[in-house]
């Protein structure tokens, strides 16, 4: 089997969606941490696995790639048994597709453009317009929960384990109304119940909420 590093850190959650499906896959593989607070992901060494120094970032015996879905895409059509993950099937696959695109677009940069001046710059006032931004992505998700377990039908998938990473972070920036998002809070639930989901996912999603719980003010 071909050496695999992974880097990243676990405040990220696009690291942390790679690491639970590296878990998932059941895949030995190398982590190497790279501090983007203290700038480790502008360094030499970085930027030339990286022009675009951003983590995670994925080197399978020389094979890289960068962007968790990139990652976790290959990961599973390279080493899984089966394809449940990520079906092979090419109108189920498009939904799969779908919800990832929604995680890279929606989700999680609505979770940066909050998160990344804060990290990088200490900016802690927020326009109120960012944070309807995240509820307009816990509306969408709370619709594809409607009548299903995971986000795309009644199996887990790799769209699942990418926005799990992302929501059990964004609940630092805005709560879960219980009213509004019950199946969104059962869903966190469910996923959080995978064995290995509180290592891979579940202490980095914490620190990351300690980090910035109560230190945004809206604007």
């Known amino acids: 089997m071909s050496k695999i590093v992974l880097y990243g850190m676990d405040i990220s959650p696009p690291v942390r969606a790679c690491k639970l499906v ?10 190497k941490i790279v501090d983007l607070v203290k700038g480790e992901h502008h360094s030499e060494e970085f930027l030339k696995k990286n022009p675009q120094h951003t983590v995670p970032l994925l080197d399978d015996n020389g094979v890289i ?4 879905h990139a990652i976790v895409s290959y ?17 189920k696959r498009a939904v799969v597709n779908q919800r990832l695109y929604f995680d890279a677009t929606i989700l999680f940069m609505s979770l940066k453009n909050i998160s990344a001046p804060f ?12 944070f309807d931004n995240v ?14 377990s ?8 790799i769209a ?60």
């Open 119 to 130: 990290f990088l710059r200490n900016v802690t006032k927020v326009p109120q317009e960012k």
């Open 22 to 31: 590296l878990k998932a896959l059941n895949l030995p593989y190398e982590y």
């Open 135 to 148: 509820e307009q992505g816990y509306k969408h998700l709370e619709n594809f929960l409607a009548s299903d």
């Open 150 to 157: 995971y986000v795309v039908g009644d199996t887990l998938t």
């Open 75 to 91: 990961l599973v059509d390279k080493y899984a048994k089966s394809d449940e993950l990520y079906p092979k099937d090419l109108a």
């Open 65 to 68: 790639i960068s962007d968790s």
């Open 160 to 219: 699942d384990l990418c926005c799990v990473a992302t929501v059990s972070s964004l609940v630092g920036v805005l709560e879960l109304d219980p009213v509004k998002y019950p199946k969104i809070i059962g869903w966190l639930k469910l996923i959080s119940q995978l064995p290995y989901y509180e290592e891979e996912n579940g202490l980095g999603a914490k620190a990351f909420i300690g980090f910035i719980k109560g230190a945004l003010t809206v604007v």
